[in-house]
């Protein structure tokens, strides 16, 4: 893998570590213990590339947890909870925006 | 159907076993994700936004109605208790755990069906008319060949790490329903001399760069059939590209050398493997025709009585001329069962709908059901008589929405509700249409018109082939659409035009419906389709009136 | 890089020589540039002699050559990358090699079987235990339904022997 410094990743606000867990595929967030939290508001909010790739680097470096890490930019609400910036980000956290048809 | 016998059971068997313990090798960190990706892949599992999605394999459209009942089962059991019915005759499981899968597949393989090569850089599940063997127009029952080819291809040790993935399909009828030209390899299965051979086109596909497939070979003897798939399939492997994904294709190897050269290099292999032990006899085939169970349909009064007086109600006519076929059989019809319900996702089918249409086919269709290319359901065999009494059912699982093969029968990929890859949302541009044209008399005054919605360049809604194509961009976090107008599918298929700048996602449903009106206050008479009418003036008119009111 | 060969783990005693490297008293793998520019004097030199052969390069070129040839390496640079199972049945099954054929590269337990299966008799395997796990790599099938040359009767050979034998009987 390349080293931190070779690589450059520009990050222009608010953003949180996300992936996908690899037993079920549930989407996770990089949380502030270092492990994979299954909702955006615990998820561990970074302001600067250094602290995006350092994150990163312990994401991609957990395989058997969780796969596919990414850097994903947030809004903060007032209270400072992240929130997901773009429709990808929204769907991924709260579902399909359309209503299932199934019944069971 | 094809019976599956001992040795495909045990194959099968020895498939999920093998999964089975790469899972597990994946979840104790033995394999690698780049290593296990590509092995679940070939076993049909992707990992989209939320959760691992499953593609199961139904060869060459064909469910026999315990295999829809097991689809049920595990829609139910493993997923959130429905299945989304795709282009390529498969069906596709949302909410399925990667640790629960290998369960999942056992079930399935059980009775005979699995995710085998339905993504992966291998040879995928080949697709045939949903018609076939029930269609007056073919020469011969296509799926023998679609066995035989997914015999030759299964794990096939040569071509199981291609360039990129390889499809192909087959027609054997005067009407392609299953889009040969824009696939890797399509065969069209026809007569010459009193032989039966295949028409053979490469190149063919949809996605970011679109060509229409060419022909190599006008007349293929059908014994050759695998020695030339070899030829074709050992040429791609050795000559494709390897270092851009987005031109691994062969329909890039196709149009870098010109269609005449690389059918030259073709050629030039199969003459070295023509007589080789993949060589076809009547023997063969006929092996393999023994496992297909053909229901011995008898003759029966066209039109009976029962149906004439059906037919005095408007609202079984609408139903009956949009979705019974002919069979080839007298007394008999094909029943499209529609999946695009006003509102619905095009394609989805809930695990109750499955095992009531399971019961259906058992009633009604010889316990057979097709998945069409066009995301519907299909009753191959359904006697005449029984059609009125058919309909009701129908009607009350709402799957007889009178709209196959219009406006509202839309063909759509998942979109960014569900997939990895998409940029835009498709569904709910589907839903929007199917609402906006819910009248059922209207539609059918429109007649004819395919619209087709992607959700990305990779193009799984097929936009570049629908008579109306969407196309879904995203700017700045915004929802865009192309639209392109004049595509066409079939034997005669042809690439659709950009009408101009993406629109907003908001307005699609309204310039689809202008769109449509223009057609109609420019058509000659209702003999002229929407594509007939596009052909015949342009796409001009057309531009000029989506456009107008901004 | 634990080598297996026919089956069982085995020794390579087989040196690589980069070009212009002068040749050990030792079976010698080469390259497909030397093997060319050198094959007389190469074939001369008496002694076991292996060429590694670039995945991108047309096996027929080294028809001429495989009488002097014990060895022939194909690669896979990545195992996603499939063309040397082409190159393997091509040298079997046309050209009728009948030496070692050797894959290496990332060679890994979920390709072995293709890998025989195309021809190749010995395996450079990438990690030890996937070397370990050769045979119930191997054993993972008994149903093959493509003739290849390794000797494997397909499903459809094995039906119409069933059929030959129920109409015997």
């Known amino acids: 893998m390349t080293s931190p410094l070779q690589r450059k990743l520009k990050i222009s606000g608010p953003t949180v570590i996300t992936a996908n867990r690899l037993a079920d595929g549930a989407v996770v967030w990089l949380a502030n213990d270092g492990r994979w939290a299954e909702t955006l508001t615990r998820a561990n909010v970074v302001t600067t590339s250094e602290e995006a790739l350092r994150l990163l680097d312990i994401a991609h470096g957990d395989e058997r947890e969780a796969v596919g890490a990414y850097p994903a930019a947030v809004a903060l609400a007032k209270d400072g909870t992240p929130q997901p910036a773009t429709l990808r980000e929204k769907i991924r956290s709260s579902g399909p925006t359309i209503a299932f048809q199934a019944t069971a | 159907m094809y019976i599956h016998d001992e040795f495909d059971r045990t194959f099968l068997k020895e498939r999920v076993a093998e999964f089975r313990d790469q899972v597990a090798r994946r979840l104790s960190g033995e394999l690698t994700e780049e290593e296990f990706k590509m092995l679940r892949l070939m076993n049909g599992v992707y990992l989209q936004l939320h959760a691992y999605m499953l593609r199961v394999c139904i060869p060459y459209g064909t469910l026999a109605s315990k295999q829809l009942r097991a689809l049920a089962r595990v829609a139910r059991r493993y997923d959130k208790g429905y299945g989304h019915f795709t282009t390529r005759q498969n069906i596709q499981f949302n909410w399925i755990k990667l640790a629960e899968l290998p369960d999942a597949m056992a079930e399935l393989a059980e009775v005979g069906i699995h995710g085998i090569q339905t993504s992966g850089n291998c040879i995928r599940n080949t697709t045939t008319d949903a018609f076939a063997g029930a269609a007056p127009d073919e020469i011969e029952d296509p799926r023998l060949y679609a066995e035989v080819i997914r015999q030759w291809s299964t794990l096939h040790p040569e071509f199981t790490y291609l360039p990129r993935k390889f499809k192909i399909a087959i027609s054997a009828a005067t009407h392609d329903r299953a889009a040969i030209r824009v696939h890797d390899v399509g065969l069209r299965l026809h007569k010459k001399d009193g032989r039966t051979g295949f028409e053979v086109m490469v190149g063919g596909g949809l996605g970011r760069t679109p060509y229409i497939g060419q022909t190599i070979r006008e007349f293929l003897p059908k014994e050759d059939l695998l020695t030339y798939l070899e030829a074709i399939l050992r040429t791609y492997n050795l000559g494709g590209r390897r270092d851009n994904i987005y031109k691994a294709r062969i329909k890039i190897l196709v149009h870098d050398l010109g269609a005449e050269a690389f059918g030259k290099l073709v050629e030039e292999e199969w003459a070295k493997i023509k007589d080789g032990a993949l060589k076809l006899d009547e023997a063969g085939l006929a092996a393999i025709r023994a496992h297909f169970h053909t229901p011995d349909l008898p003759a029966l009064p066209e039109k009976p009585a029962v149906l004439a007086d059906a037919l005095k109600d408007p609202a079984f006519a609408r139903w009956h001329a949009q979705s019974v076929t002919a069979h080839k059989v007298p007394g008999h019809a094909i029943v499209t069962l529609s999946l695009k319900p006003v509102g619905g996702p095009p394609g989805d089918c809930t695990a109750d709908q499955m095992d009531a249409i399971a019961d259906l086919a058992d009633a009604y269709s010889h316990g057979e059901v097709r998945v069409a290319h066009e995301q519907n359901l299909v009753f191959p065999h359904v006697r005449q008589q029984d059609l009125p009494a058919l309909w009701g059912k129908l009607e009350a699982l709402g799957v007889a929405t009178p709209n196959v093969g219009l406006v509202t029968d839309i063909i759509s990929c998942p979109g960014l509700d569900y997939c990895a890859l998409a940029n835009t949302r498709s569904i709910p541009i589907a839903q929007q249409i199917t609402e906006r044209f819910a009248d059922p008399e209207r539609i059918a005054d429109i007649g004819l018109l395919h619209v087709n919605i992607s959700g990305c360049i990779n193009a799984c809604g097929h936009h570049h082939v629908g008579h109306i194509g969407i196309l879904g961009v995203e700017k700045k976090d915004q929802e865009f659409f192309q639209i392109t107008l004049g595509g066409k ?62 | 890089m634990p080598l297996v060969k026919n089956g069982a783990p085995a020794a390579d005693v087989y040196v690589r020589v980069a070009d212009g490297d002068a040749l050990p008293d030792a079976p010698v793998i080469v390259s497909a540039d030397r093997l060319l520019a050198e094959a007389h004097a190469l074939a001369a030199r008496g002694g076991a002699l292996g060429v590694a052969w670039p995945n991108d390069r047309d096996v027929a070129e080294l028809v001429p050559h495989l009488p002097q040839l014990s060895l022939v390496a194909l690669v896979f640079p990545k195992f996603r990358d499939g063309r040397a199972f082409s190159q393997a049945r091509l040298l079997r099954e046309r050209y009728g090699y009948t030496g070692e054929l050797r894959a290496t590269g990332n060679v890994l337990r979920d390709q072995l079987l293709m890998m025989v299966r195309s021809g190749f008799d010995a395996l450079e395997v990438e990690k030890p235990a996937d070397a370990a796990a050769f045979g119930k790599a191997l054993a993972s099938y008994s149903v093959f339904y493509q003739p290849t040359g390794d000797g494997r009767r397909p499903v459809a050979a094995l039906r119409r022997a069933r059929v030959a034998a129920e109409a015997a009987s």
């Open chain 2, 489 to 550: 599918g079939n034997a005669k298929a042809r690439l659709g035009e950009l009408i101009g700048p993406a629109i907003p996602e908001t307005e699609v449903v309204d310039v689809v419906e202008r769109l449509v009106d223009t057609y109609l206050s420019l058509r000659t008479g209702p003999g002229e389709t929407f594509i007939a009418a596009v052909e015949r003036l342009g796409v001009e008119p057309f531009k000029d009136s989506a456009y107008a009111p901004r």
